[in-house]
């Protein structure tokens, strides 16, 4: 089984609506991320986590919000959808081990289409 | 000034020829520095950390940095059509809380 998952892995949904994108990790790492990829904007941080109780707001937070209901599941929402919003998201996971802290693990990512 | 910037590419290498990937960085405190190699359509998986100057070899993958310029680099020897990907380079800056990403080299190894 794969050790960080996203679900859906596909959407496409129309502006306006309220979407949820969910990811789970068995890696057992307290650090969780959300990115965003655009074709030529390499990955944007949307979102961090170092722990359950630590939300932290990264370059592109406009528009999203997040919640992480435990050390394995970290959620992403969009409140109301808007077209800009296409892109690839990913899911990141790292173990807060000093050095190796940064070291990033992704799921599979989540193809967002928004009419 | 980009905080970490790759050139796009595409970088085309014959089969079995050494790849060599650039990446310079802005942040004269960056600590950690990666290289995560991504197929298309698919999620960056991490192929190399390196932590301090010098070279850092794993198999065919050689790392190398070099703070005082601000630069990090990969080698990938006898290059594999199955190397052909997009290479994102990342480095953690002085706050070392995240990392940020540079845009990629698109490579392509040719028979």
């Known amino acids: 089984d794969a050790d960080v998952t996203q679900t859906p892995r596909n959407r496409i949904t129309k502006t306006g609506k309220r979407i949820m994108l969910e990811c789970s990790q068995t890696?057992?790492?307290?650090?969780m991320y959300w990115y965003r990829q655009d074709p030529g904007l390499g990955l944007r941080l949307i979102y961090y986590s170092f722990d359950v109780k630590d939300i932290n707001k990264g370059e592109i937070s406009d528009g999203y919000s997040v919640s992480r209901q435990a050390q394995a599941k970290f959620s992403l929402s969009l409140e109301s959808a808007i077209p800009n919003q296409t892109a690839l998201y990913f899911c990141?996971?790292?173990?807060?081990?000093?050095?190796?802290?940064?070291?990033?693990?992704f799921g599979p990512g989540t193809r967002l289409t928004v009419l | 000034q980009k905080e970490v910037e790759q050139n796009s590419g595409p970088l085309s290498v014959p089969e079995g020829a050494i790849a060599s990937l650039n990446c310079t960085y802005s942040?004269?405190?960056?600590?950690?520095f990666f290289w995560y190699r991504q197929y298309s359509g698919k999620s960056p998986e991490l192929i190399m950390s390196?932590?301090?100057?010098g070279d850092k070899e794993d198999g065919r993958f050689t790392a190398q940095l070099n703070k005082a310029s601000q630069y990090v680099s990969l080698l990938i020897r006898d290059s594999q059509p199955s190397d052909s990907a997009t290479y994102l380079c990342a480095v953690s800056g002085s706050s070392a809380s995240k990392i940020i990403f540079g845009s990629g080299t698109r490579l392509s190894i040719r028979p």
């Open positions: 390196i932590y301090s100057n």
């Open positions: 942040d004269r405190g960056s600590q950690s």
């Open positions: 990141a996971t790292s173990d807060a081990s000093g050095q190796k802290d940064n070291e990033q693990f």
């Open positions: 890696k057992g790492h307290d650090r």
